[in-house]
């Protein structure tokens, strides 16, 4: 059975990066077949942020962070990260891995079925 832990969430003022990580345990990181970042902010629905595909490793994003957040991997640490650049108070969140056993490129909450526990990113002055 997988799991997923997040780090690196905490508080950085608006044009600042934050670096998440999270490591998978259990299963190795191609064992899945889609890894990726959601964030939930308070009283808003969970979203797709980043995904990269198993194979490949080519990434995708939402439009809101694409050209500011790079989700990559690490086979050797068997890890996800993702780095966030050029951060705004909209970005604040709850942000989450997932790992998906059953679907490829996927962008909503039902292709994923692994979650972690989450770390929260506070953007603020």
């Known amino acids: 059975q997988g799991q997923l832990v997040e780090s690196g969430g905490g508080l950085v003022q608006p044009g600042g990066s934050l670096r998440l990580s999270c490591a998978a345990s259990g299963r190795t990181l191609y064992s899945y077949y889609n890894m990726g970042w959601f964030r939930q902010a308070p009283g808003k629905e969970r979203e797709f942020v980043a995904g990269?595909?198993?194979?490949?490793?080519?990434?995708y994003y939402s439009d809101s962070v694409k050209g500011r957040f790079t989700i990559s991997r690490d086979s050797a640490k068997n890890t996800i990260n993702l780095q966030a650049n050029s951060l705004k108070p909209e970005d604040a969140a709850v942000y989450y891995c997932?790992?998906?056993?059953?679907?490829?490129?996927?962008?909503?909450?039902?292709?994923?079925?692994?979650w972690g526990q989450g770390t929260q990113v506070t953007v603020s002055s």
């Open positions: 990269i595909y198993r194979g490949s490793g080519v990434a």
């Open positions: 997932a790992a998906s056993s059953y679907a490829s490129g996927g962008r909503r909450l039902s292709d994923y079925d692994y």
